[in-house]
């Protein structure tokens, strides 16, 4: 079991690499990601799609991010033994990506950290948008309609 003294060290190196994440995928900057990401790591985006780590590596590398400001924050850790750690996050969201527009856009993610080979590395990342009461309604009814 961690003694307290080394579950905030852990905390501490989880919330950095997560930081780390964010700036490599901002920067264009594949080879960072391919060291925080455990080779079998799936990245859910919001919408729904999920790629293995050379697909997002491949869209970092494009450049994709570049125009994007993400401000993340870890709102709770989850600490399952030594070397596994879930962590729940914000983010808000700004700029460019490919076509699409964003301004302040929220979001929640929920990450599993692994540690190997003397680091932590991401296995798995989702993210879901955080829409109003009166999004999901208008989404709800819009289902509803499509399905009549």
């Excluded at 600490?79 to 302040?104: K, P, T, Y």
Aim: aromatic share 6%; glycine share 8%.
């Amino acid at each position: 079991m961690l003694k307290t003294i080394e579950i905030e060290e852990v905390r501490r190196a989880v919330e950095a690499a997560g930081r780390q994440h964010y700036a490599a995928a901002i920067a264009g900057d594949a080879a960072a990601i391919d060291e925080l990401f455990c080779d079998e790591a799936i990245y859910s985006h919001s919408e729904g799609r999920a790629e293995d780590k050379s697909s997002y590596m491949d869209r970092v590398a494009t450049g994709r991010y570049r125009g994007l400001e993400i401000d993340h924050s870890v709102e709770h850790i989850w600490l399952l033994g030594d070397d596994v750690a879930v962590v729940r996050g914000r983010q808000i969201s700004s700029g460019g990506v490919g076509s699409v527009e964003m301004v302040n856009t929220e979001a929640a993610s929920l990450d599993v950290w692994c540690h190997r080979d003397g680091r932590w590395q991401l296995l798995a990342h989702h993210m879901t948008l955080r829409l109003g009461p009166d999004a999901w309604h208008r989404a709800f009814l819009a289902a509803q309609a499509e399905g009549a």
